[in-house]
Every structure is written in structure tokens, then in C-alpha cells.
């Protein structure tokens, strides 16, 4: 039963593939890479940093993705619908997981306890998700600079690996930076 089941879902995905027409907006390859990572993260036990990262970058690309290909009815449509998609997924999975704290200080000027003298305390996810969401605009910008400058995509997949590559650099960063 189990394995009728399982060749059910892959008729099904297979299916979909089939009958999707094609579409020239962000990679939906892209969005899925970065959702299989955010998962993967959680199972291998990392931090909630990196999870976060891969979190906060999974909901700019799937905004990315439905921005781009939806028609555009208003000015800034698709930087409302990145935030909009970063906020409804990234501010739910805080209320849900019990994330680490990390204190910031922000000790650069003025006198003690200004907004610019100040320790802040912040949840690892928050960090992770915000930076998750900057590497990947990075990430496509990146690969739209070079498509710009050279005229063509360099190799299949550019910007998968562009913003996949990263990511996986800025989880670097950050496992050593927090400790694992």
C-alpha cells in the first residue's frame, strides 16, 4: 500500500511537470533548492541560525517567484509581495519554534543607552531569516548582473547555483561565527 502511495505522488509531481507551461520569472528550481536546504538543515540538527537562513531566503524567492509572474498592476508590486512573503512566513515559525537568543551590542556612539550605544537581544531565527533574505537577493541580482554585462546565462542554472552558492557560504559564516 505504501508503495502505491509513493508511486502515486510521483505520477502526480511528474504529471504537474507535464502540463505546466513554462514560465521566465525567478527559478522555481531556485525556491525548491532553498526550501529542500532549509529542511535538510533542521534535520541534521543546525542552529536556528541556519535554519532561519534558509527559512528567511526561502520566503524572499518564493516572492520573488509569484512576483515576477504575476501581471503588474502598481508601482513597487513586487518589492510589497517580497515582504509581504518574507513576513508571512518568517513571523509565523517564530511564535512556533523556540528559538536561541543572542545579545548584539551595538556599542559604536553617542552616550550610554542610545539607539547606537546600546546591547540588543535578538532571536537567532530573526538574524538568520534576515540575512537569509539579503544573500539571496544578492544571489539574483548577482545572476542579473551577469546575464546584463555578458548578454547570456554563463552556464545552465546560473542562478541556482549563484544563490545556492551563497547560501551555503553565508551557513558557513554563520556555523562558525555562533558555534554550530
Do not use: E
Not at 524572499?60 to 503588474?72: A, E, H, Q, S
Not at 517580497?82 to 515559525?93: D, E, G, K, N, R
Not at 550605544?117 to 537569509?132: A, E, H, Q, R, T
Not at 542554472?157 to 557560504?169: A, E, H, K, S
Amino acid at each position: 500500500m505504501k508503495n502505491k502511495i509513493i508511486l502515486l505522488s510521483l505520477f502526480s509531481l511528474f504529471s504537474l511537470f507535464i502540463v505546466t507551461p513554462s514560465v521566465h520569472a525567478h527559478c522555481p528550481i531556485c525556491t525548491a533548492a532553498v526550501g529542500a536546504a532549509a529542511v535538510s538543515a533542521k534535520y541534521l540538527g543546525l542552529d536556528t541560525s541556519i535554519i532561519g537562513l534558509f527559512i528567511g531566503a526561502f520566503a524572499v524567492v518564493t516572492g520573488m517567484f509569484i512576483g515576477l509572474k504575476i501581471k503588474k498592476y502598481f508601482k513597487f508590486q513586487l518589492p510589497l509581495i517580497v515582504l509581504a512573503s518574507f513576513l508571512l512566513t518568517v513571523i509565523p515559525i517564530l511564535t512556533t519554534v523556540k528559538g536561541d537568543i543572542i545579545f548584539l551590542p551595538m556599542l559604536l556612539f553617542g552616550s550610554s543607552g542610545s539607539i547606537f550605544n546600546k546591547i540588543y537581544f535578538v532571536d537567532k531565527m530573526l538574524i538568520g531569516s534576515i540575512i537569509g533574505a539579503i544573500v539571496s537577493l544578492l544571489g539574483y541580482w548577482l545572476h542579473n548582473y551577469i546575464k546584463k554585462i555578458k548578454g547570456r546565462v554563463l552556464f545552465p542554472y546560473q542562478g541556482v547555483v549563484l544563490t545556492v552558492g551563497l547560501l551555503i557560504i553565508a551557513s558557513g559564516i554563520l556555523f562558525f561565527s555562533f558555534g554550530g
